[in-house]
């Protein structure tokens, strides 16, 4: 039987793949680790998995790595999350340069320590002007709240005379959120075996289609993402438009 991955196209209209990287808890207990050992495999899956994507012509990459509802776990699983993060930024910014990706951080940056918002900023002035792979990071994040910031913006718009409120769409809306000048996903995977959103991208995965992985994110591979891309390819999508079945 083929490998998954030596049947693997992309199809043209694929250019942007979301990640919900879940299970990195599961993955450590199940191995008797502490989950930060869970957490430290799931950023080498994903150091390995971007290496990967430089075949594949993938123009926009969304990574859920951390939201706003998971700073309710004990403080001192969040401080490694957050150590691990400098340590992304720190070891693995200089060869995303090379490569020409560019690093975007959406969410919010209120609760963020100082240091960590700062190499933020410096890994997304130093990417700028690169013109390979968009790598979008929602961190801090949550689709609800981005929703409210995108209205409250509007809102003080409008009674600044700046909107018409009559012509607000879309567009306007849109022009708004995070992920402002991004298209909307067209697949989002989750891996972990839960099927659910969890506060994700709420506006923008409006027509996305959604794929499940069972695995949990530290077992994620390219033959794994191999498969979800094939099962996309297998779907039809119709934006709400029907398809003629008899040409």
């Known amino acids: ?66 939201s ?11 401080s490694k999350l957050m150590q691990l993060l400098r340590k992304f930024i720190s070891n693995d910014l200089s060869e995303l340069h090379s490569n020409n990706v560019r690093i ?24 700028v ?3 390979g792979l968009y790598l979008q990071v929602a961190f ?4 609800r709240q981005e929703i409210i910031n995108a ?9 600044k005379g700046e909107i018409d409120p009559n012509k607000i769409d879309n ?10 000048g991004v298209p909307d996903p067209d697949l989002i995977i989750r891996t972990g075996s839960e099927k659910r959103v969890s506060n994700f991208l709420l506006w923008q995965l409006s027509y996305s289609e959604v794929y499940f992985e069972e695995c949990l994110w530290p077992d994620f591979n390219k033959n794994k993402l191999d498969l979800a891309i094939n ?14 079945e008899y040409k």
């Open 68 to 78: 706003i509802d998971n700073w309710k776990r004990p403080k001192e699983e969040t």
């Open 151 to 159: 209205t409250k913006k509007i809102a003080i718009a409008s009674a």
């Open 171 to 180: 567009t306007i809306f849109e022009s708004n959120l995070y992920s402002a």
């Open 1 to 66: 039987m083929a490998n998954p991955s030596s049947r693997t196209k992309i199809k043209k209209e694929i250019s942007h793949i979301a990640l919900i990287m879940d299970g990195n808890g599961r993955w450590a207990r199940s191995r008797g680790l502490p989950r930060y050992e869970g957490h430290a495999q799931g950023l080498r899956t994903l150091r390995k998995l971007l290496r990967d994507l430089k075949n594949l012509n993938i123009s926009y990459l969304t990574l859920f790595t951390f």
């Open 129 to 131: 002007n690169n013109t």
């Open 140 to 143: 801090n994040y949550s689709g």
């Open 231 to 244: 099962d996309y390819n297998s779907r039809s999508r119709r934006f709400g438009n029907v398809i003629n």
């Open 104 to 127: 975007k951080v959406i969410g919010s940056r209120n609760e963020i320590p100082r240091d960590i918002v700062d190499l933020i900023k410096g890994a997304e002035a130093l990417t």
